[in-house]
């Protein structure tokens, strides 16, 4: 690149650049928002710092692992709210943000405030209407309070449309019956700690004129024989009406702790599932708990946090913290608490946030580099991009790593790990491409890609709202097979959208007059992207005969024309015809590059289009909503047709000079 030529230009691509990267962040951010205003709860008040840092290291099971109960209440908050935070206005109308450990402690110890907080989101306002409920706009989120007159006619609709076959419901309908499973969910945490709350009234305990006493569960489970033993007598004597009334209590609230949180370990130490609330208060009563003392010392230290809150915040966080110990100490009795600390850790840093903001700072510098030039401004945007990308990509392989330290297996192993794991992968071979080329080409190519794929795993999280680090299906669970054949063929997709992304790189240059006519330039970049359409054919051929050998020892047959095992074959063949066509003379400069723009849209389409069609051994992870993809596709036909006509026109122009 040289200073003269056409600085125009130079500005021109710019803009297109940031255009595109403000229409990726409308897809991914600006368009799965909610609006609505700021919803008032009165007499919020935050918790304490230091309580939820006791509260996020409480194990719990969820999704076959035991986990921090803080990302268990991150996933079942971005499921019902679509988000990871909420900004309510409290006492003194002061406007606080809640986050996910917060959002679950107001739901467990202060349902009285949780109701009102903006829990559900609505994506359509028909819904609300179908309920008979007025709604505030066509998307908006809403209360447990505002929703609750509609709670049963919801609860109607959701059982009627559950006789339909899936491909027979609409989106509304679609959309009703998954606000009443998320209300379920919802009310299952606010009356998880009901009974140790209020306890069970006694019936005919009080004396004249006095109200009945109550007792609490844990002695209720206690003298669970006697109980017993007196229902049976009374059952005998045809006189079991209080006796029954009591038993009732005692059902309703164990049903309402019954699911929701399993948060405490099993008495035998090789029994795999932990249990609720519910479930160790319905054992001890009917006589089959394992370790009934246990059983009702752990309700019992349920009963007293709960209560505690009564007697100021630091009451509160004494008695959650020896609850925490007690379950943690069990936890790691049986070996499964090392990973939870390390996992809070995790959500808390929110590395993968930070790599966002390092590769978009990257990308305006590669923008300010490109648009300057060689120049002073242009060489200290080039340091700037260089040394954000590399912070960026080392958030990315710090969280990468220690997701493999939680989930104990190695990086990839569902639709998420792709793609958090191509964008770390393409960032480090763009920069090693730079290093082989010195062009600043690959180097500003790197955070572009960094900042798409970043964005595009938080629009996938968003939309799927599922834990991606629980254990994965029988078939996958092979850390061998994860190692060698799908870091392989997914390292394949990185170099398959790096060639990609550098000839549409080059076809904005060249189309646009940027080379400046630059042929030392336009050769670097078409071996640049030679070699790395041969480094995507070898990753994808590698990949794909390894995946049938694991078919084979899995399945029992090596190639079964499934969609996901002809997207990888489709790869191939594609690359291999490229390079044998460059060979042969019938792609130059302009062709092998428009080629390879179009692989792309195959490597896209392997990767990612191919979970849409819902079928095939492969489909894994399997996901609504296709807007994404087909913009995708549209702007790579975009370059394909002015790579196709620039190259038309110059050619033209060449001929006619000659």
Not at 166 to 177: C, G, H, K, S, T
Not at 299 to 312: H, M, N, P
Not at 602 to 608: A, D, R
Request: aromatic share 10%; charged share 20%.
């Amino acid at each position: 690149m040289t200073e003269k030529g056409f600085p125009m230009g130079r500005w021109i691509a710019a803009l297109l650049v940031l255009a595109g990267l403000l229409m990726v962040f409308y897809q991914v951010v600006a368009d799965n928002m909610p609006k609505g205003e700021v919803r008032e709860v009165e007499g919020y008040r935050p918790w304490q710092a230091e309580t939820l840092a006791v509260a996020e290291t409480i194990p719990v099971q969820d999704g076959g692992r035991v986990k921090p109960l803080s990302s268990q209440a991150g996933f079942t908050m971005l499921r019902l709210h679509g988000a990871r935070s909420m900004k309510i206005s409290g006492e003194f109308g002061k406007v606080y943000k809640i986050k996910p450990t917060e959002w679950m402690m107001d739901a467990l110890f202060r349902p009285h405030l949780a109701i009102h907080q903006p829990t559900f989101r609505v994506d359509n306002s028909a819904v609300l209407e179908a309920i008979g409920l007025e709604a505030r706009g066509k998307r908006d989120r809403y209360s447990y309070a505002d929703l609750e007159k509609g709670r049963d006619r919801l609860g109607e609709l959701a059982q009627t449309y559950g006789m339909l076959a899936a491909d027979e419901r609409d989106p509304v309908q679609n959309q009703i019956m998954t606000l009443a499973s998320n209300l379920q969910v919802y009310e299952s945490l606010l009356g998880y700690l009901g009974f140790a709350r209020s306890g069970a009234i006694l019936p005919g305990s009080g004396g004249e004129g006095e109200a009945d006493k109550r007792a609490d569960f844990s002695a209720l489970m206690a003298t669970a024989p006697q109980i017993r033993e007196q229902m049976r007598r009374a059952q005998a004597h045809g006189d079991g009406g209080r006796m029954s009334r009591l038993l009732q209590q005692i059902l309703d609230g164990a049903g309402y702790a019954r699911s929701g949180l399993f948060i405490l370990p099993p008495a035998v130490g090789d029994e795999p599932g932990w249990k609720s609330a519910g479930m160790e208060i319905m054992a001890a009563m009917g006589g089959s708990a394992e370790n009934p003392e246990m059983a009702f010392e752990d309700i019992r230290a349920l009963e007293k946090t709960a209560r505690s809150l009564d007697g100021g915040e630091k009451e509160f966080r004494r008695h959650l913290e020896e609850f925490r110990d007690r379950t943690k100490a069990r936890a790691e009795a049986r070996g499964e608490y090392d990973p939870v600390k390390l996992e809070a850790s995790y959500y808390r840093m929110n590395l993968f946030v930070y790599a966002l903001v390092f590769f978009l700072t990257g990308t305006l510098a590669a923008l300010t580099m490109w648009t300057f030039g060689k120049g002073v401004a242009g060489t200290t945007a080039a340091w700037v991009v260089l040394a954000t990308t590399l912070m960026g990509a080392a958030c990315c392989v710090a969280a990468i790593t220690m997701r493999c330290l939680i989930m104990e297996r190695p990086p990839v192993g569902n639709l998420y790990d792709t793609i958090v794991f191509i964008a770390t992968s393409v960032t480090l071979i763009s920069l090693v491409v730079e290093w082989m080329t010195k062009r600043r080409f690959a180097l500003g190519i790197a955070p572009i890609l960094g900042t798409a794929l970043i964005l595009l795993a938080r629009r996938f999280e968003l939309g799927d709202a599922k834990d991606h680090m629980d254990p994965l299906v029988a078939v996958l669970d092979s850390n061998f097979w994860l190692t060698t054949h799908v870091i392989t063929i997914t390292l394949g997709y990185s170099a398959g959208l790096l060639a990609a992304f550098l000839s549409a790189g080059y076809v904005l240059w060249r189309g646009l007059g940027l080379d400046e006519g630059n042929l030392d330039l336009r050769r670097s970049l078409t071996r640049a992207v030679y070699g790395m359409l041969c480094f995507t054919l070898f990753l994808s051929l590698v990949g794909t005969v390894l995946g049938g050998i694991w078919a084979n020892y899995s399945w029992g047959r090596f190639w079964g024309w499934d969609p996901k095992e002809n997207g990888a074959l489709l790869i191939v063949l594609w690359t291999l015809a490229v390079l044998h066509a460059r060979l042969g003379g019938y792609l130059r400069e302009w062709g092998i590059h428009l080629a390879s723009v179009f692989t792309a849209i195959v490597v896209t389409f392997s990767w990612w289009h191919v979970n849409f069609l819902g079928v095939g051994l492969h489909n894994y992870g399997f996901t609504a909503g296709k807007s994404t993809i087909w913009a995708f596709y549209a702007t790579m036909g975009g370059v394909l047709l002015f790579g196709s006509v620039m190259m038309v026109l110059q050619t033209a122009g060449k001929k006619r000079t000659n």
